[in-house]
């Protein structure tokens, strides 16, 4: 699976979180914080246990999703799939699901 050029090696496969704020744990704590909070307001629950991973194959979908025009219907199948069931972007059955249900 390629990733993306110029990530450090360790953030490659990192926990939710830790590439946006880099080892950061107050901005994380505060940005956790945030998310969860508006997440609420809408009735999503984030989960933060999962881990991040390359994005490539899933932009490159949301672009074919754009084409047909199901890119809101994929993203949401995708999104609800990473950030509350802690599944990976990478994962080909992941996209697949996502897919299928767009």
Same mark, same amino acid.
Request: hydrophobic share 45%; charged share 25%.
């Given at each position: *699976?390629?990733?993306?050029?110029?990530?450090?090696? =360790? %953030?490659?496969? =990192? /926990?939710?979180?830790?590439?946006?704020?880099?080892?950061? #744990?107050?901005?994380?704590?505060?940005?956790?914080? *945030?998310?969860? @909070?508006?997440? =609420? /307001?809408?009735?999503?629950?984030?989960?933060?246990?999962?881990?991040?991973?390359?994005? *490539?194959?899933?932009?490159?979908?949301?672009?074919?999703?754009?084409?047909?025009?199901?890119?809101?219907? @994929? *993203?949401?199948?995708?999104?609800? #799939?990473? @950030?509350?069931?802690? #599944?990976? %972007?990478?994962?080909?059955?992941?996209?697949? /699901?996502?897919? =299928?249900?767009?």
């Amino acid at each position: *699976m390629p990733l993306e050029i110029g990530v450090p090696e =360790a %953030l490659q496969r =990192a /926990e939710k979180g830790q590439r946006l704020w880099y080892n950061n #744990r107050q901005a994380r704590s505060v940005g956790e914080r *945030m998310l969860d @909070f508006v997440g =609420a /307001e809408y009735g999503v629950k984030y989960s933060w246990k999962g881990l991040c991973s390359s994005a *490539m194959d899933s932009l490159r979908l949301v672009l074919y999703a754009q084409s047909m025009g199901l890119n809101e219907e @994929f *993203m949401a199948a995708l999104g609800w #799939r990473h @950030f509350a069931k802690d #599944r990976e %972007l990478a994962d080909r059955t992941t996209l697949l /699901e996502a897919a =299928a249900e767009a």
